[in-house]
Structures are given as structure tokens and as C-alpha cells.
């Protein structure tokens, strides 16, 4: 499940502490409302010369489309710290909430900006389960990212995605059999997604259509999705799940094995998979990934416990 890269341009390093100043307020101001009227030209004229020529207004105008795809529009902004003037502020969309960050030059122009998620100083932390998993299907999947290594997982580089997998069936080293185009023909597709342990059932997104295999809807980031919570406050998602295939309700108790949904390929997805990841907290926006391992199961034949899979690892249950 791939999120949207952001702009990161010309941000001087970190060297003192400020307050917010008159500029960066009405550049922070004016931001929000070029991004929600869509005044991309209005952006442009804003940043320096240096900035101009590394984004121009097509390009904004490819972000701005991005962003509202997965953000929605901007509804509030809060001032957080002032570092060597680069400007922090809380920035709240329909959809999320992320960080605005704003360098701006002694003559009011823009020269650098980023947004990134926003991460809250009091969040839990959490390295790794402690609660004993089971893989969350029945038969035996394959690994297409998994792993503590970029090279093994590019959700590594994602803060909100760090340590979560990609899983689905292969056959003969094929996701799928005939037609690319139809969902029917891979193996994945329908499969049931169980409970991999005991938990309570905390949000559901349901009633996304599945893509058509090779096209995304970055605008449902997680697709038709499932988030458990555990006794220990751990929290596991399951996404990209069938359209109307999820079981469960908001509240419900589960156990080991029971029946979640099915395997789809809702949301950012290009093929059906089950994307699988450990969070320190409900809101994948302002989470953190951790460390998922699996108590017993079995990895390319031959029994493993305490496990984290990694790439092209043949997976099942005991």
C-alpha cells in the first residue's frame, strides 16, 4: 500500500529556536487557502526563484490533485515550534491530519516546504507484539514485502506502514491464472481473512469497490479494512479487503480464527493482497508501525517460532 510522496525542497538545517513570525503566518494562511481554491499560479508567484524552478505550476497542480485525492481539503491550522525559521504547523484535512512544514525568506517567500505525517509527542510506543499471533488465513500465502530491510520492505521507509506486510497466493511463481484484468483469476482474490488473535474490533471502513487489477484509488488509501484491538493496546490492521465481504461490527469481541472478511483488492491496491501491519495506535495517520512477529507457523516447510516473514517467504499456519 503505497502513500503519496510529498515536496521537500531547500530547507535549511536545524539551528535555533523561534516563535512564529508575522510572515509565516500569512504564508502558512495563504497556503491553505491557494490549496483549497486551488490558486496554483498563486503558490507559484509565492516561492522564491530557486523553489520556482524546481516546482513549477503543473507540478503544484499534480500535488494539489494528489493530496485532496487522499486528504480532502485543509480545515484548520495550528502553529507548533519555529526552528531556525522553519515553520511547523498542525495542519488538519477532512481526511487526516499532517504536518506543514514552511521555510520562508527574509523577502515573505517560500522556499521550502514539506508535508509530512504528524506524529503527537505523547503517543504510546511499541517495538513488537506481545500478544501471540497466528497468520490471519487458512492456507499457505506468499510474502511479496515483509521484513525489517527496505531491501526486503519498502514499508520500512514509511513511518505509519514500518514492518508491515504484503501477502498473497502464488502459483508457479504467478499471483494468478488467464485474464490479468479479472479479480476471479487470482488465487487470492475471496480468500478468507481470519482474526490472528483475540482482540476487540475498533473501526471498520467498508462498501469500497474492488479496483480493477493494474488501477489504484489512492483516494481510499486502506481500501474495505479491519482494525483489532488487543488486551495489550495493540493495534492491527487488515486492508485492501473484498468489498462487502467484511463480517464483523464496531465492538465485536473475536478469537483466534474467526472470520474477518475476505481478501480483495480495494483502496491503493494494484493486485489483490492483504496488507498487514502493527500500530501503536488506532489512526494510521498519526501511528507508528511495529515489529510483528508470529508464535508458530510454518515458513517454506519447516517450522518457525517468534518469526517475522520477509520477502518470498511460502507462509501457513501449524
Known amino acids: 500500500m503505497k502513500s503519496i510522496s510529498y515536496i521537500l525542497l531547500f530547507l535549511l538545517p536545524i539551528i535555533g529556536i523561534g ?3 508575522t510572515a509565516a503566518k500569512k504564508s502558512a494562511n495563504n497556503f491553505k487557502n491557494y490549496y483549497n481554491e486551488n490558486k496554483t499560479q498563486a503558490l507559484y ?7 520556482r524552478s ?60 514539506t508535508l509530512q505525517q504528524y506524529i503527537p509527542d505523547n503517543l504510546p510506543k ?17 510474502v511479496v514485502w515483509g521484513g525489517l530491510t527496505e531491501e526486503q520492505n519498502y514499508h520500512v521507509a514509511y513511518n505509519n506502514q514500518k514492518y508491515a506486510y504484503d501477502i498473497l497466493m502464488m502459483k508457479d511463481n504467478k499471483s494468478y491464472s488467464g485474464d490479468a484484468k479479472v479479480l476471479e483469476n487470482y488465487y487470492v482474490f475471496g480468500k478468507e481473512v481470519v482474526a ?39 493495534f492491527i490492521l487488515l486492508a485492501h479487503l473484498k468489498e462487502n465481504s467484511i463480517v464483523v461490527e464496531e465492538g465485536q469481541q473475536v478469537n483466534v480464527g474467526d472470520l474477518i472478511g475476505q481478501c480483495g483488492n480495494s483502496g491503493n491496491s494494484t493486485e489483490p493482497h492483504l496488507h498487514l501491519s502493527l500500530q ?34 511460502f507462509i501457513k499456519n501449524n
Not at 508567484?45 to 523553489?51: E, K, L, N, Q
Not at 531556525?84 to 523577502?107: P, R, S
Not at 462498501?207 to 488487543?230: F, H, Q, R, S
Request: charged share 25%.
Open 196 to 234: 490472528p488473535c483475540k482482540a476487540t474490533v475498533v473501526e471498520i471502513i467498508n462498501g469500497v469497490k474492488d479496483n480493477i487489477p493494474g488501477e489504484m484509488n489512492p483516494a481510499e488509501l486502506t481500501g474495505n479494512t479491519v482494525i483489532l484491538k488487543t488486551d495489550q493496546e495493540e
Open 45 to 51: 508567484d509565492s516561492m522564491d526563484t530557486i523553489m
Open 126 to 142: 511499541l517495538e513488537r507484539n506481545v500478544t501471540p499471533m497466528k497468520l490471519p488465513f487458512n492456507e499457505e500465502w506468499t
Open 19 to 21: 516563535q512564529e513570525t
Open 54 to 113: 524546481h516546482l513549477p505550476v503543473p507540478k503544484i497542480e499534480e500535488f494539489f490533485g494528489a493530496l485532496k485525492g487522499q486528504f480532502g481539503a485543509i480545515t484548520n491550522q495550528e502553529f507548533i515550534k519555529n526552528i531556525d525559521n522553519n515553520f511547523y504547523y498542525k495542519t488538519t484535512f477532512e481526511k487526516g491530519v499532517l504536518t506543514l512544514l514552511l521555510a520562508v525568506d527574509d523577502n515573505n517567500k517560500i522556499y521550502g516546504f
Open 280 to 313: 501503536n495506535v488506532q489512526d494510521m495517520n498519526s501511528a507508528t508501525g511495529a515489529k510483528l512477529y508470529f508464535d508458530k507457523i510454518i515458513v517454506n516447510g519447516e517450522e518457525k517460532t517468534e518469526y517475522i516473514p520477509v520477502k518470498n517467504d
